[in-house]
């Protein structure tokens, strides 16, 4: 049962909310197509819950370093982490995702086609070229029907190729804690030739002790049009993060006795990471492959990784990954009857091929002996298969299924302990109906219903009885049910968009820490119900006000460890109220303001919900302007504000975290501005 406080109350009563689409004005609003579903097609038709944001929305004053910045205007999506560069990003959709110690679970990522979730259902986000994106769409609920393992939502992220936007650009960013970041950038369109070119370099010594970063990126697209609606696309992106430290995990006491020091731990084995990744894809598409729409996709990808954790024992390891994989889809209408049917029917197939070791560490950060050794593969296929069937002009019926099969295996080669390999096989259905009413032509109610599964990655696998895999958990599965109004409102120049969702989780996984290392555990059954509300007010032809209301409860159903119960405690880690709010002044050319206030509520740490982190507000300032230089040349500036008030809080909390280490604090009020010539 939801349950709603007298603040979460209050904020709904006053909301207004997240604009999905760009700025508009009285006039009527252009038909929307969404693609992060698979099938292409009008929003007011799509009946799941879908946000999108457009370039300006992931642009406009931002920095482009993370990934929140865009988020942040979600519902429904909550961002943590956002200056820990070792440890990455850690985002929750409807609490999925939220259990991440590091990197992304329960979620899956797909960039331009290419799906930067793994077989066994991990993602990282630092090779995601934001400097570069034209489009981001959200799916806020579970997705497993058309993306498989690990689709407790999905992030689509749409990269440049050229053709919509020519030209070139340089770009410089200064800010506080050593920000420093520059990004060149060239693309446009020759006959049936296009291409895009962006490579950034950024560097941040941090607001912390031990949190110092440099990273370098490049992504590349090369188009070439083949007539008759055929395409090919030659994508290159390249990753090279020789240093990203990690500042750990304090007490509270460490907090209080100074916010910018780092774990001691972290500072004695000088905690980090170091990041060197390549994937090259090519993606063929046809238009006319019959009577329909034919899309083929392959990539490669190697990633050579290290890092130094920070605890004295076995904590220093590493790997050398290769990823390979591939998709082809088949997009058709025909009808049914009398009745149009659109679907999308294809198979996907991966391979992970991770070689492990794993070395101890002595505490004054000496590398010893060698304590494992092993080669990590997982396999995965999957065919499904989703139809829209337009049972009137008005109603749109959609019923899809999916079947996975994810091959988990371990080569252990490490003898001295045993052997420890070990496999596991996962055989998986997927299913989703929804039926969609565009009652008016831009207003539409929609219900839906699917469900998703979740297999433990590889590190979730680890036993803590020894290596090899834990044979006392198991793949998580979720039921979703959502019911979602959308529209706009003409009159009052407003969009909306509700959903209220109700998601029962099996086998939820839960992270637990044992000698400083995490574990995992299926924690029985999960309820998580909740409101996402989106308004967005264009009060005047330059005024627009936008925000993003999410009211929730996420709890644990059925969930004991031989001397604890946590039936009815909160799940930790997700705060159950978010509220955000932009104004934003538009100016003539490139001037413009935008005042943000984000709340985020109260969350526990813990499972046993002994340590409660307080809720906070932050207010966040940006502007910007632009002069013509010249027939082609163009100068912007901008300057940006975060914490403008000076907000005590936290960028992360450790998940039960070992000794008492949940808080990673976030800087205070931090200026950054940039320049950019566009030629």
């Known amino acids: 049962m939801l349950k709603l406080s007298a603040t979460s109350l209050c904020l709904f009563s006053c909301l207004t909310s997240v604009p999905v689409w760009a700025q508009t004005t009285t006039e009527e609003m252009p038909a929307m197509q969404v693609t992060a579903p698979r099938l292409e097609r009008e929003l007011y038709a799509t009946p799941a819950a879908v946000s999108t944001l457009d370039r300006e929305a992931i642009a406009q004053g931002q920095q482009r370093a993370r990934l929140d910045e865009s988020l942040v205007r979600v519902p429904g999506v909550f961002v943590q982490n956002r200056d820990n560069f070792a440890q990455g990003q850690r985002i929750a959709i409807r609490g999925f995702g939220a259990r991440a110690p590091f990197g992304v679970r329960g979620i899956t990522v797909m960039v331009d086609g290419i799906p930067y979730t793994l077989p066994d259902g991990q993602a990282q986000l630092d090779a995601i070229d934001l400097d570069s994106a034209e489009r981001i769409e959200v799916i806020r609920g579970p997705s497993s029907v058309l993306y498989g393992n690990a689709a407790g939502g999905v992030i689509d992220v749409t990269t440049a190729d050229g053709r919509s936007n020519p030209g070139s650009s340089v770009r410089a960013e200064v ?71 990690d500042a750990g995990a304090l007490t509270a006491a460490e907090v209080a006795a100074g916010r910018h020091q780092a774990a001691p731990n972290s500072l004695a084995l000088d905690a980090g990471q170091s990041v060197d990744q390549q994937l090259i894809a090519l993606q063929y598409e046809d238009l006319a492959a019959g009577p329909g729409e034919f899309y083929l996709r392959g990539f490669i990808a190697q990633r050579d990784f290290e890092q130094q954790l920070p605890y004295v024992g076995d904590s220093r390891l590493g790997y050398q990954r290769d990823y390979v994989g591939g998709s082809a889809e088949y997009h058709h209408e ?74 988990l295996e371990v080569d252990d080669r490490f003898l001295e302990d045993g052997d420890q390999s070990g496999e596991r096989t996962f055989n998986e259905w ?70 209220l969702f109700s998601v029962r989780v099996r086998d939820e996984l839960v992270p637990f820490d044992e000698g400083g290392r995490t574990f995992y555990q299926n924690a029985g059954d999960t309820d998580r119900d909740g409101i996402e509300l989106a308004l967005g007010w264009q009060l005047a032809n330059q005024w627009r006000l936008d925000s993003a209301l999410t009211l929730a409860r996420y709890e644990f159903d059925q969930f004991a460890t031989p001397t604890q119960s946590f039936g009815g405690n909160r799940i930790p880690g997700l705060p159950e109220q978010t509220w955000v709010n932009q104004l934003t002044w538009q100016g003539l050319g490139e001037r413009f303001a935008t005042l943000e206030t984000q709340y985020v509520g109260d969350m526990v740490a813990d499972n046993a919900n002994d340590t409660e982190v307080e809720s906070y507000w932050l207010v966040n300032l940006r502007a910007g302007d632009g002069w013509q230089l010249g027939d082609d040349t163009r100068l912007n500036a901008y300057l940006g504000i975060r914490n403008l008030l000076d907000e005590e809080h936290y960028a992360n909390v450790r998940i039960n975290g070992t000794f008492g280490r949940f808080f990673e604090p976030a800087p205070g009020r931090s200026v950054y501005g940039g320049l950019e010539v566009l030629f």
């Open 334 to 407: 025909i009808t049914l009857g009398s009745l149009p049917l659109s679907y999308i029917a294809g198979i996907d197939v991966a391979r992970q091929d991770d070689e492990r070791f794993r070395n101890d560490v002595n505490p004054q950060g000496v590398v010893g002996e060698q304590v494992a050794e092993e080669t990590q593969t997982g396999t995965s296929a999957g065919v499904f298969a989703q139809g829209d069937l337009a049972l009137t002009e008005q109603v749109t019926f959609s019923l899809g299924a999916r079947f996975d099969r994810v091959e």
């Open 430 to 499: 997927s299913g989703s109906a929804g039926l969609s009413y565009q009652y008016r032509p831009q207003h539409q109610a929609y219900v839906n219903t699917g469900t998703a599964f979740e297999t433990p990655t590889f590190s979730e696998f680890a036993n803590p009885a020894g290596g090899g895999f834990n044979p006392a958990i198991a793949p998580q599965k979720a039921w979703n049910r959502e019911v979602g109004l959308r529209g706009y409102v003409e009159p009052l120049a407003m969009d909306y968009d509700l959903a």
């Open 175 to 245: 800010g506080s804690d050593g920000y420093r970041k520059a990004v060149v950038q060239t693309g446009g369109a020759y006959g049936d030739w296009s291409h895009h070119v962006s490579l950034s370099a950024l560097n941040v010594d941090g607001y912390r002790e031990q949190s110092s970063t440099e990273k370098y990126l490049l992504n590349a697209k090369l188009r070439r049009e083949l007539g008759s609606g055929r395409a090919l696309t030659a994508i290159v992106n390249l990753l090279e993060n020789p240093r990203s430290e």
